[in-house]
């Protein structure tokens, strides 16, 4: 948390996600974000592998040294990402923490990230997904929460699919369980319900609500919902 606080003051965050099919598309959507005003992206992957968005990743951060860029490299699992990624990315986003939620399990991989993370990557915000869309359904969210606060800088959850707002039960049970430590919303963020969850979330990653298409930002409304966090 102190960390998240370090590099991240403002209350409600915004980092809007950008899903990478090539450098062009990158660039243009990087710079509908930094004009915006948003807070920083997260570039993603999805068709192309993790060396092609790394490779992206860095001219992109040439062009733009002091905007903050974070991660999700999709084809690593959660247990070899922290091998590849950059060290100078300004935060790392996985899907899957890897946290099992049987009281009596001990966590490996969540651990081992973990303690790498704070070995090796000791200025990026490591973000953990539990309860997130097209995972495995967690039964136990209170317990989940309280193991995940242990295992990341951030805590992000999702609704039921992409573009799917998360239950305002399930957010403020998350609240509840990781104490003081940061939460983010990853999906179904749009200007016009964003102000519900302010009072609950620490971030929002964002990029379906103010998107035209799934590899398209909207510069619209990006800036919209950068006013409505702002508010």
Same mark, same amino acid.
């Given at each position: 948390m102190n960390l998240y606080k370090k590099i991240f003051p403002k209350k409600n965050s915004l980092f809007i996600v950008i899903h990478v099919v090539s450098k062009k598309q990158a660039n243009e959507n990087v710079k509908i974000a930094f004009e915006s005003g948003a807070d920083g992206v997260f570039l993603i992957n999805h068709s192309s592998g993790y060396e092609s968005l790394i490779e992206i990743y860095r001219e992109i951060k040439q062009q733009y040294?002091?905007?903050?860029?974070?991660?999700?490299?999709?084809? @690593?699992?959660?247990? !070899?990402? #922290?091998?590849?990624?950059?060290?100078?990315?300004?935060?790392?986003?996985? &899907?899957?923490? =890897?946290l099992n939620e049987e009281h009596d399990c001990i966590n490996y991989i969540a651990q081992k990230n973990w303690v790498?993370?704070?070995?090796?990557?000791?200025?990026?915000?490591?973000?953990?997904?539990?309860?997130?869309?097209?995972?495995?359904?967690?039964?136990? @969210?209170?317990?989940? !929460?309280? #193991?995940?606060?242990?295992?990341?800088?951030?805590?992000?959850?999702?609704? &039921?699919?992409? =573009?799917?707002?998360?239950?305002?039960?399930?957010?403020?049970?998350?609240?509840?369980?990781?104490?003081?430590?940061?939460?983010?919303?990853?999906?179904?963020?749009?200007?016009?319900?964003?102000?519900q969850y302010k009072a609950y979330a620490d971030a929002f990653l964002v990029a379906t609500?103010?998107?035209?298409?799934?590899?398209?930002?909207?510069?619209?409304?990006?800036?919209?919902?950068?006013?409505?966090i702002n508010k």
């Open positions: 040294p002091n905007f903050w860029i974070g991660l999700n490299l999709l084809d @690593l699992s959660a247990s !070899a990402v #922290l091998d590849y990624v950059p060290n100078n990315a300004s935060g790392l986003w996985v &899907d899957n923490i =890897g790498q993370k704070q070995e090796k990557y000791q200025e990026m915000i490591y973000f953990g997904s539990i309860a997130f869309k097209y995972q495995k359904e967690v039964k136990q @969210l209170d317990w989940v !929460a309280c #193991l995940a606060k242990e295992y990341a800088d951030v805590v992000v959850t999702s609704g &039921d699919r992409t =573009g799917s707002p998360p239950n305002l039960h399930k957010i403020k049970t998350i609240r509840k369980n990781i104490d003081h430590s940061p939460l983010a919303i990853a999906s179904g963020i749009t200007p016009e319900n964003v102000s609500g103010i998107s035209d298409s799934f590899t398209k930002l909207n510069s619209h409304k990006t800036e919209q919902l950068v006013k409505e």
